[in-house]
């Protein structure tokens, strides 16, 4: 009788251990060796489509890690007016990946932390990894559902596993911690820096419909009527989430504040190679773009037709005001040279 034991993040978010004996069924199964329907065997590389918009920094995310790794997948660039591309889908966010047409896949750190443990866990499906990561329905303080994910910040792997990602006492827990940084705090910086003037924000939907799916007259609209909106919708974010009056200051400490925890004794916050931290991190602040072929190289694919925006005063005024630039350029070079082609 073979055992598998997984760490997880309960619903209560308390930590506790799931042991796995075959012949039943456990809250997460990942040991099936046969492949399930609607997703991927263990033994073949899946069929992987990203649903995405072009400047969102969640699916950049989602985008750096698949190019880090030497995924092959197809993009779906989603009209963000009218969304049609996913009308299929009840869920109506990007990023959504789907895995061989069949097994979908919401959230862009559940999507990061499936396809790691898919990558480690050689023995594991998709479609029973998704299953550590049950969804969640709640009504927020404004009556409006609200989706969230358990456990999502975590790999589902053995303790051989999971001694071999992260083989330093602290890893592990301090990967988990920026990567929950990143998305509760860091990407709430982005919209106010990036909109916070009005030159600044026709200057960022002007790459938006450049670069989005919009037809002539829908693009005009997307420009002007965009830019207002995400002008005031930046006030609104500046305001709730206490920012300064110069947003650009609660940037630039951020910025510090991650290039302090990785230190000057690493080169990523991973140690030789970048971790999950390093990747989502770029992708949030990296605010340019470099031009494209059709398919994209490696090296343009992650820093050229997939970075978020191109060449906006938020991103020239981070890399002048702060301590990152060492450390981006490092990963510049990482991704370019494919680092960690799983």
């Known amino acids: 009788m073979a055992v598998r034991s997984y760490w997880i993040l309960a619903e209560t978010g308390t930590r506790c251990r799931i042991r796995r004996l075959e012949n039943t069924s456990p809250t997460c199964q990942t040991t099936s060796n046969a492949a399930p329907a609607g997703g991927a065997s263990p033994s073949a590389s899946p069929s992987l489509t990203l649903y995405q918009y072009q400047t969102c920094p969640f699916c950049s995310k989602v985008r750096a890690f698949m190019d880090y790794h030497g995924l092959a997948y197809r993009v779906v660039e989603v009209n963000p007016v009218m969304r049609r591309e996913i009308k299929w889908s009840t869920y109506r966010k990007v990023p959504i990946l789907m895995v061989d047409e069949h097994l979908q896949l919401n959230d862009s750190s559940v999507i990061i932390s499936s396809l790691k443990t898919y990558l480690v866990s050689k023995g594991s499906s998709m479609s029973d990894i998704l299953r550590c990561y049950p969804e969640l329905k709640s009504v927020n303080d404004s009556g409006k559902e609200v989706t969230e994910y358990s ?5 589902m792997l053995t303790e051989d596993e999971t001694a071999a990602v992260y083989p330093d006492k602290g890893m592990q827990k301090e990967e988990m911690k920026w990567r ?6 860091l990407v709430h910086l982005i919209s106010p820096n990036v909109y916070r003037s009005t030159s600044e924000a026709l200057a960022s939907f002007d790459y938006i419909v450049r670069e989005g799916k919009f037809g002539a007259l829908e693009g005009v609209f997307a420009k002007y009527v965009g830019a207002a909106a995400m002008f005031v919708i930046a006030k609104r974010l500046k305001s709730r989430h206490n920012l300064q ?8 400490k951020a910025v510090n504040d991650w290039v302090a925890a990785v230190g000057k004794k690493r080169k990523f916050m991973g140690g030789e190679r970048p971790n999950l931290a390093d990747l989502i991190f770029t992708y949030h602040v990296h605010l340019e ?14 820093f050229g037709v997939l970075r978020v925006m191109e060449g906006l005063e938020a991103f020239d005024d981070m890399m002048a005001n702060t301590k990152v630039k060492p450390w981006y350029r490092r990963m510049e070079a990482a991704t370019r040279n494919h680092n960690d082609r799983s």
């Open 180 to 185: 929950q940084w990143a998305d509760d705090w």
């Open 245 to 252: 009056d110069d947003v650009r200051q609660d940037l630039y």
């Open 289 to 302: 773009r470099s031009p494209r072929d059709k398919w994209g190289s490696l090296y343009t694919a992650v």
């Open 151 to 155: 456990n999502k910040y975590w790999l």
